[in-house]
Every structure is written in C-alpha cells, then in structure tokens.
C-alpha cells in the first residue's frame, strides 16, 4: 500500500510541475512503423507524443494478461496463498494451443508463482487458475470484474470474454485502451516488478520473460527497455506493451496489430512488434526534451486598477514555473501565449492573487496553462470606494425606478400645488368681487 500512496502522489505531483497534453497531432517521425495501432506516451508527464490507429478495434491476445493481473493482485491480499490447479481449465488451453509454464493439473502453487507465470511466461494455465481462484470458481464472475474494471478505468472501447487471451472474435480492445489499462496497472501494488522481471525462479526452474526486447542473446535486445507483456494470435497480429527508460526519460508504449504474414501468405521472420519498438524509442530519446515554457516570476502582463489612489495598474506573473516536453528544434520563441485576464482589477488586491491565466502554445496546440498571479498588494481607497458604491447604486433598476418615482411623485406634487394656487385665487377674486358688490349696495342705500 506504501508504494502505491508514493506512486500516485509522484504522478500527481509531475502533473503539476508539467502540463499534460497531446502532442502526437504535431510530431511525427520520419519513418512508418508496420504496426496497425501504436500510442507511445512520456510517462514522465502523460503525454502522448506518438499514436496511429489509437482507436481502431484490436484483438488484445496475450495482452489480456494485463487485465487478469490487476484484478489478481487488487483481489488477493496474500501473494503467498498456495492453490490447486483445478483440472477442467486444460482443455480449454491445450485445444486453443495457449502458451504455457509447464504448470500441471493438481499441483499446488503460490499466488505470486502464477502471477510471476502469467506476466513473465505468459502462461495461459495460469490465467485461468487466477480467474477460477478470484471467481470463487467461476471464470465468468472473473471475466465480469475484468470488464468492470476496464469501465472504471475509462476503457470503454474494451470487451473481455476469458483471461488468458485466446482469440474470441469478441475480446476486442483499442491501443488507446491499453494504454489506459497499463497505465493503470503500474498504480497496482506489485504489478510493475513482476511484468519487468527478466527472468524468475519458477520451483526451480528458471524461465525467462517473453519480451525478446529484454533478453541479451536476442537479436532485437534493447537495453532501456523494461517488460511488460507480449500477445500473438494470428487474427491479433503481434502486440506488444513495454517501456523505455534513459537519461531520466521514461516511455510507455503499446503497438498492436504488427503483420506475422506477407500477402502472398508467407510468414514474415522479422518481429515488427520489437523493431517498431526500438525505432519510436529511439526517436523519443533522440528528439524529445524538457523545456522551460514559463518562468515564475516574469511579468508577463499589467492590468487596470480601480479604487486605488497609488496605483493605476498591476504587473501579473506565472504562478509557477512550467516545463513541457517538446522536440530539441523548437524554439522558446515559437511558442505563443493566449492571456486570459480581467479588463481591470478592484483594489484591495493581494500579491500572489489568482486572477487569470496563460495558455501556451505550439502551432495552434495548447501545451501548457499556468495560473496568472498578481504581482503585489495595493490598498483599497475608502473614498474612492465608497464613490463606487453610489455609482454602483445609481446604476442599480431599482434606483431608477425609485427615483422616477419620486420625480412622478414631486412632480404630481407641484401640479396640484399648481392648480390649487389657481382655485385659491379664483376664489378669492370671486369673493372680492362679492364683496366690492355689497360695499356698493351699501353706499347706495
């Protein structure tokens, strides 16, 4: 558990210090691999520098091994439980001409022995005792764990129908998908040094991984490379997952589909799965280097400030500093910058303030983003805020409507003020007019 907790807080963190983006739509290298689907990733910061059918059905063969080992080791707590190897899985191995161990119907064997068979000889009786052992002996309880599994881990193109391998039209998965399952697997406690092993003591027996990359009396040996599983059927073609470390460089790669016939029928004797390997390795290791895409500290941008006696604007810099894997030919001056950033800033505004952020790109291509932080601490004017406030207030519909109100209201006021003024007057001239009447009377009398 230890190591997983350290593994998956290291991926997080090389997350962090780099951006993940794809950049197989940009490079390609100058040669063709004969494979049918390739995806080759830098497991350093997740990115995909190189794929090619990565979505295009696949027979998985023996790579479905990868599966069977993840459900394994996550199911059984103790690597040394020692089981029967129950009878009725031969038949189905030794018809399907599966490759095996030597493992025989009866023996007792640890967990970690078929684990150690399964991964490094590719043993199909090996498999299927897994499988019977975690399906409390029903294989296809196991197979629905498999395909459980592949959901939750997002690969969705992926169908499993046994755990070994053997070609069923309906075991279908994507080089994307493998991708997605392995990248998985090497988080399960254990996995990795088991797929790796070059060789393991089988009681007493010595037997040797599959992978012709890892062995030095093989024609297509490469030193940097590290496991993890083969798979050959005829419909599947040769398939291949290992990785490649050098240099502090490290790669995953999945290539399916590579030809074991020329048209006219013949087999092919080279093995395209390895020579496909070693060239896009090579390439990798030739082409690709870390580069320094932002600077934490470069002002890189100002922004309006309102509220502020001291200060009309503020500098922005990168959060942190950012480095991307990209091709040693590309210039730092080619990659392009996309500021997403306010029109101004209100003060009060705190130095290291997230307030936008950067895209960096190469042609077109988003190959990092960094949170854009503000440069230093500028106080907040009490005057000029509060002017804000009533301006704010001002602007506000209810204001308005409050004080159009007010004016209809003193202007009604001032009408019937008006009209009262001009009947109060009328009145009196009509009284003095009576009156001036009745002193006329008077006097005639």
């Known amino acids: 558990m230890q190591k997983r907790i350290f593994f998956l807080t290291a991926c997080f963190l090389l997350s962090v210090l780099f951006p993940c983006f794809q950049a197989a739509a940009l490079y390609r290298p100058a040669f063709e691999i004969q494979s049918s689907a390739a995806v080759l990733v830098n497991m350093d910061t997740d990115t995909i520098i190189y794929e090619k059918n990565p979505d295009k059905q696949q027979y998985p063969a023996s790579l479905t091994k990868i599966m069977t080992a993840i459900i394994a080791l996550e199911e059984i707590e103790d690597l040394d439980t020692v089981i029967t190897m129950p009878r009725y899985i031969y038949d189905e191995l030794f018809l399907g001409g599966a490759s095996n161990a030597g493992i025989n119907a009866g023996e007792e064997i640890s967990i970690r022995d078929l684990l150690y068979a ?28 498999m395909n459980d599994k592949a959901k939750e881990i997002g690969a969705v193109n992926t169908h499993f129908t046994n755990a070994h391998g053997l070609h069923d039209p309906d075991q279908v998965t994507t080089a994307y998908d493998m991708y997605l ?12 040094e088991i797929a790796t092993a070059v060789s393991y003591d089988l009681r007493g027996q010595t037997i040797y991984h599959t992978c012709s990359l890892l062995q030095k009396s093989s024609q297509y040996y490469y030193p940097y490379a590290k496991g993890i599983k083969t798979g050959y059927t005829d419909e599947a073609g040769r398939n291949l997952v290992s990785m490649a470390t050098k240099d502090g460089y490290n790669y995953l790669l999945i290539t399916m589909g590579a030809p074991v016939y020329f048209p006219t029928g013949e087999m092919i004797q ?28 470069e002002s890189v941008t100002e922004v309006p400030v309102t509220l502020s006696w001291d200060k009309d604007y503020t500098l922005l810099t990168p959060e942190k500093s950012i480095s991307a894997l990209l091709p040693n030919y590309v210039d730092r001056s080619a990659i392009q910058r996309e500021l997403t950033v306010p029109e101004s800033l209100e003060a009060p505004i705190e130095a290291g303030q997230v307030v936008g952020s950067m895209d960096l790109l190469v042609s077109g291509e988003v190959i990092g983003t960094v949170n854009l932080i503000t440069e230093e601490s500028i106080e907040q004017s009490k005057l000029l805020y ?12 209810w204001f308005r409507l409050i004080l159009g109100i007010l004016i209809f209201l003193v202007l009604a006021y001032i009408a019937l003020m008006i009209l009262h003024n001009r009947r109060k007057k009328k009145r009196n001239r009509y009284r003095a007019k009576i009156m001036q009447m009745q002193y006329q009377n008077r006097r005639r009398r």
Do not use: C, H
């Open 118 to 145: 399964l991964m490094v000889r590719s043993a199909g009786e090996a498999a299927s005792a897994l499988a019977d052992y975690v399906g409390g002996g029903d294989i296809a309880t196991f197979v629905q764990m």
């Open 181 to 192: 399952i392995t990248k998985y697997a090497l988080t399960v406690p254990y996995f990795q």
């Open 386 to 397: 509060i002017g804000a406030q009533i301006q704010e207030v001002v602007r506000t519909w």
């Open 270 to 297: 080279d093995n395209y799965s390895y020579t496909d390997a070693a060239s896009l390795y090579d390439w990798a290791f030739s082409t690709f280097e870390f580069m320094q895409i932002a600077d934490e500290g």
